[in-house]
């Protein structure tokens, strides 16, 4: 049981470079998140979704674009990278506060991937 | 607007002395609240929410709501404390299950 599997861990592009982050994860989840961690922000949420097929916009989300064709998957998108990008980004999980009813029972605990850190020169 | 807000970007504490990293929020509605903890070298992960009412690794944390805080506490530091600790609020009525994040506080506990 990996839990949440981000690819790839580093990478460095160059301004106007595109490429795409993948996050897997195997516990059945139904939400998944991305978030960008940099110095004295904090994490700040820049798209989710809420099931299969489903996206939605965070905080931050100019510059990026996501897609959830299938359930355990969840793709960051850079279509034209600029050094405003330079950060680390971490994907999350959860398993969905609509089917869990019981405060305790954990729908909205987050799992977090290990982190991509991207340079973009 | 949600938000939350941890006004101290370093605690730096001795070994055996009291920490308490401040938390506060900003939600019209019933929050949700946790803390999250990053050691070095490893992923961000859930120290305690607010609705368990646990003590984990000895660290507490009440919810406020008249002070709108959820202040962190542990009577006695150790070194393994050392990390980065984000306070954070799901204040969703939507359901999403986001959370929105502090700036985080980074605690140094000194031998």
């Known amino acids: 049981n990996a839990g949440v599997t981000q690819t790839p861990k580093f990478r460095v592009l160059k301004t106007g470079q595109s490429m795409t982050l993948l996050c897997a994860q195997d516990m059945n989840h139904e939400y998944m998140y991305w978030y960008r961690q940099d110095p004295g922000m904090g994490l700040r949420l820049i798209h989710y979704s809420v099931g299969e097929g489903t996206t939605a916009k965070g905080e931050v989300p100019d510059g990026y674009n996501v897609s959830r064709l299938k359930k355990q998957n969840f793709l960051l998108g850079l279509e034209s990278a600029a050094p405003s990008q330079t950060s680390v980004y971490f994907c999350?999980?959860?398993?969905?506060?609509?089917?869990?009813?019981?405060?305790?029972?954990?729908?909205?605990?987050?799992?977090f991937g290990a982190g991509s850190r991207l340079t973009v020169l | 607007a949600q938000r939350v807000t941890q006004p101290e970007k370093l605690l730096s504490v001795f070994k055996g002395a009291p920490v308490e990293l401040k938390c506060n929020y900003s939600?019209?509605?019933?929050?949700?609240l946790f803390w999250y903890v990053q050691y070095s070298r490893q992923r961000l992960q859930l120290l305690l929410r607010?609705?368990s009412r646990e003590s984990i690794k000895g660290f507490t944390a009440d919810l406020n709501k008249g002070e709108t805080s959820f202040h962190l506490k542990k009577p006695f530091a150790q070194e393994e404390d050392s990390a980065m600790y984000y306070c954070?609020?799901?204040?969703?009525?939507?359901?999403?299950?986001?959370?929105?994040f502090g700036q985080g506080t980074t605690l140094q506990v000194k031998p």
């Open positions: 939600y019209s509605g019933s929050p949700e």
């Open positions: 607010h609705i």
């Open positions: 954070a609020l799901s204040g969703d009525s939507s359901n999403t299950g986001k959370l929105i």
């Open positions: 999350a999980s959860s398993p969905g506060t609509r089917f869990f009813a019981h405060a305790n029972s954990g729908a909205n605990v987050l799992t």
